[in-house]
């Protein structure tokens, strides 16, 4: 079954978002999401100068095969560009073999190991309070495991938290704004939030928050330690994620569950982490790992070590990118959690999808592959709008992690 052609969809109904559309002799076609937030238009370069001449023509079955040839056939291997293309050609191939064969493709990954996957909200505040406002609309609408974020008191910014009306997004129009950060103030502030949140919502809901790289290891194996009273299911990028030995200190210090890996894109940047059992849940969605091919691989090596899953699922993450995740969740058997982003309404005018959320679970249908479909004809009504997520810098200007 031949790859008779293939283009990038490129559209933005409230974001952007890049799909891969690859076509077979057969009729059939299957999507990607290449999706890689405020670098849109490389990964659309490189997938339709470099990768779309090289697929045309294959047999659209060979699925590890053509993972293999655009991995180890580019030279240059890994990086974000590199593997969201990968990523994107892969999901599309395992959304074909669905179709073909008319089964769910988590069917294809073994069938199901459950019948619905656990998924995490965001409650933000610009105060502790509204944060806790947040926290219970979350509850009330049936979610059982909530990422608490909120503005640090006397800071101007926070990650995570909107500070205009409306949903948050991380990425804003234009180039990357420039953020304030004080990490002494938010070392104080997140053990307050916490106590404060474990009080009011009791011991039973699931607690995460996510620090977004932005503490030094000691930082953040203080801020671990600190927030074992609460419980969380996770604390998430405590550091940045490629110095590995820095979660060697963290773990040194505190029994506080680790989640890292949105970033990341390969199986070697989990290696030193999974195997010597430094974090508990890895966070690499399909749609920047390699795809499914790989994914499967990191969930595998992580089952190894007693580590689970819980996959990047910000509005960044298309639909197409949503579904390829939920039939991972799906499938394996160390699935932990799925962050659920949910997208504003008008994504649903270009994008139509077989998953569905329902008390603090999300759940797929019976769609062959899957289960997404693009209105190309809707899509091209939301032009591409350039978009960047933010940089940090400390009270004295120096230039930070975000
Ligand atoms: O910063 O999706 O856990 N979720 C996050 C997200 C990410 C964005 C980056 O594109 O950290 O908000
Ligand atoms: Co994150």
Known sequence: MRITGAKVIVCCPSRNFVTLKIETESGVYGLGDATLNGRELAVVAFLEEHCIPA?????????????????????????PVNMAALSAIDVALWDIKGKVLNTPVYNLLGGRSRERALVYAHATGDTLESALGSVARAVENGYRAIRVQAA?????????????????????????HEESWDTPAYLRFLPQLFARVRKEFGPSVHLLHDVHHRCTPIEAARLAKELEPYHLWWLEDPVAGELQEGLRLIRRHSTTPIAIGEVFNTIYDYTTLLTEQLIDFVRMPPAHGGGITHLLKVAALASVYHIKTGFHGATDIS???????????????????????PHQPLVGTVFDVGYRFDSGDMYLDERPGLGVDIDEVEAEKYPYQPASLPVARLRDGTLWHW
């Open 55 to 79: 697929l045309i023509g294959r047999d659209a079955r060979n699925i590890e095969d053509i993972w293999h040839y655009f991995y180890r056939g580019v030279y240059w291997r890994r990086g």
């Open 152 to 176: 640090v008191p006397g800071s101007a910014d926070a990650y995570g938290v909107e500070k205009g009306k409306g949903p948050y997004e991380p990425a804003k129009r234009g180039l990357a």
């Open 319 to 341: 639909p197409v990118g949503a579904a390829a995740a939920l039939h991972v969740d799906h499938a394996i058997n160390n699935f932990g959690i799925q962050e659920h982003m």
